[in-house]
């Protein structure tokens, strides 16, 4: 079977040489007689693969010494409650640019108060904040760096002064780089471009770990994770193993510089089909805020769109209907997804427009 052409928005579609490799290694880890998921979490096979998926993420994020980088469980769905619980006394600050920082709210307000610095609801959340003023004595400024259902993606971060800057950069960490030096802690959950799903990375700055409370429960402590390198229970072995691969594919394709690049053309070859359609094709997403990571458009009438899935299916493409909650179209263009897959839906989209229009 060829493989398909995954627009899929996470799980995602991943390097075919970190498959591979994964699959090679499964039965008989380098010669050990077992696979990986059968060798203890203190073994030192294992350990060699924590660390150097923790290397890796430093190196390829260029993440400053003055950081701790955790590997937990729980999905990006764990931090909206572990941000506050560890870090929220009083009040907070998010920006509500979408329906993942709307979950971040709803799960902040449970333990204090929150200031939406930002409230795109009224947009219907199709843009981003030119500018935002930290509320003093906030907790933290948290926002969404991308927003994976609206397609609304940060291209540049707030200042955010004394008021640590807290950023979900589940769906486009790694696709460009990110200067880690202006956040206080950075979270993502790995099933879009770096790794499959079950683990999770955060990196947080000292001087906001020394802040975290220690009346939280053990599993929900960042304090606890980094006194224990993310050792402290049995981490999720396996998707820690198959992102290390993915993250040596993307040190290999030159990394997050690299990936910026290529990002980009590929979401401007999309944004060009919609831009030059005519109004065939429309984009809800104020233009200097169009994610490169979820192309997200519109068709004339949901009749189309559904038609227009289909025949993508039909033509090998995968994962292209749009969030249940917004409908529409949704092409998830990850690290993973080349060029000239992007091309080849351009191209389609295309022929579907002028036979339709
Ligand atoms: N934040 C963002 C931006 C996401 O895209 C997602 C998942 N699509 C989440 C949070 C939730 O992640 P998880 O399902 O891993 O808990």
Redesign the pocket.
Known sequence: MPRKLNFY??PAVLPLAALERAKADFVDYHGMGLSLVETSHRSKEYEEVHNATIGLIRELLGVPASYKVLLLSG????QFAMVPMNLLSGSCDIALTGS?AE?AVEDARKFGKVNLVFDGAPSKFTTLPARIVPTPGASYLHI?S???IGGVQWQDFPETGAVPLIA?M??DILSRPVPVERFGLIYA?A??NIGP?GV?VVIIREDVLEHCSDKVPAYLSYRLHAEHNSLYNTPPVFSVYLMRLVLEWIKEQGGAAAFAEANEKKAAALYRVIDESGGFYRSPVDKPYRSRMNVVFRLPTEELEKDFVKETEAAGMIGLKGHRSVGGIRASIYNAMPLSGVERLADFMRDFAAKHA
């Open positions: 928005p996470g999905g990006a769905t764990l993942w979950k969404t991308n927003e994976t979900d589940s769906s959950g099933q879009k799903a999770t």
